[in-house]
């Protein structure tokens, strides 16, 4: 089956511990992407990724970092978390950077205290 | 900077067709007009997408204004199973292909 995944789907962790957050998929996807979606803001891309070895700052990129070193995983690195990243993180993939249609994980809810 | 305005919720019975409007005035030329929803407790979902003509598939048809500054989303028959948050998106084709999501519209369907 067609899918992206995460992991953790859920954690609580506290302020400055660094965490990381993965995403896969299995459908050979070149571009990938993290979101962060906070209520009434809608999706706000973090960073995205047009294939390996080649990331770049969506809309806001501030306090986190990623890496793809291999086609199907994108993980999401919080160096040192606060709590203005509670927040609930999507991974997505896409064909290629002109494809249509993005395809979702389930979500990772996070909470920094 | 590119963005789009949506009603917060919209409410419909079960098996009417419902019309999502979207304003999207600061459009440019090149820029794709996607939707996607996102039920409860999941992750967004494709819908659909045009760029001028209007558009159908399985899941709905898209109605692009002509001077492209809005668009509507038309479910023909709603079930309880589209109720779900519903995202007007713009695509930038001239910078990197990004989405720029709305707040969207939450869609209650009424038995």
């Known amino acids: 089956e067609a899918q992206v995944t995460q992991n953790p789907r859920y954690l609580i962790t506290v302020t400055g511990k660094k965490l990381t957050v993965t995403c896969s998929q299995n459908?050979?996807?070149?571009?990938m992407s993290w979101y962060r979606q906070d209520p009434g803001l809608g999706l706000r891309q973090i960073y995205y990724s047009m294939n390996v070895e080649v990331t770049d700052k969506g809309d806001v990129p501030e306090g986190y970092k990623v890496s793809r070193k291999e086609k199907r995983n994108f993980p999401l690195i919080l160096e040192s978390p606060s709590p203005n990243q509670t927040s609930l993180y999507f991974c997505?993939?896409?064909?290629?950077?002109?494809?249509?249609?993005?395809?979702f994980g389930p979500g990772t809810r996070l909470t920094v205290t | 900077d590119a963005k789009t305005t949506q009603p917060n919720s919209m409410e419909s019975n079960e098996e009417e067709p419902v019309h999502l409007p979207c304003n999207h005035s600061?459009?440019?030329?090149?820029?794709?007009i996607h939707w996607y929803r996102q039920l409860p407790s999941q992750g967004p979902e494709y819908v659909i997408h045009g760029l001028t003509s209007n558009v159908n598939n399985r899941m709905a048809s898209l109605a692009i204004a002509e001077d492209r500054k809005s668009s509507t989303l038309i479910l023909h028959r709603a079930t309880l199973r589209d109720a779900a948050v519903y995202y007007c998106?713009?695509?930038?084709?001239?910078?990197?292909?990004?989405?720029?999501w709305g707040a969207g519209t939450k869609l209650i369907i009424k038995p």
């Open positions: 600061t459009i440019s030329g090149t820029d794709y």
């Open positions: 459908m050979n996807h070149e571009y």
């Open positions: 997505a993939s896409t064909r290629g950077e002109g494809a249509s249609e993005q395809y």
């Open positions: 998106i713009l695509r930038l084709m001239d910078s990197n292909y990004q989405l720029i």
